[in-house]
Nanobody, 114 residues
Framework: QVQLVESGGGLVQPGGSLRLSCAAS????????MGWYRQAPGKERELVAT??????TDYADSVKGRFTISRDNRKNTYLQMNSLKLEDTAVYYC?????????WGQGTQVTVSS
């Protein structure tokens, strides 16, 4: 089992920045991929960014050049979000893939508003 806890969400104006953090516990040594997904009201959950154990990253087209995912070990991952737009407003979820199972955090709200 893997437990994920996110932090760092909040309210920010358009053009601002936020940094999300995700800390894994439990059998975190077996985590291969960590990532961030988001779900806006009335929409399906969508991929934002992922990073694998080798450091390879992948981003949704909508956030390329603005968001940066990083990982400091098998346990923690971060999402630096710059140049935030109104459409980035959503609940952001941390995800981890361990032994072919998906684990999710509880989510953290990011609201971009003037």
């Amino acid at each position: 089992q893997v437990q994920l806890v996110e932090s760092g969400g909040g309210l920010v104006q358009p053009g601002g920045s936020l940094r999300l953090s995700c800390a894994a516990s439990g059998n975190s040594f077996s985590i291969n991929i960590m990532g961030w997904y988001r779900q806006a009201p009335g929409k399906e959950r969508e991929l934002v960014a992922t990073v694998n154990s080798g450091g390879r990253t992948d981003y949704a087209d909508s956030v390329k050049g603005r968001f940066t995912i990083s990982r400091d070990n098998r346990k923690n991952t971060y999402l630096q979000m710059n140049s935030l737009k109104l459409e980035d407003t959503a609940v952001y979820y941390c995800n981890a893939v361990s032994l072919l199972r998906n684990y999710w955090g509880q989510g953290t709200q990011v609201t971009v508003s003037s």
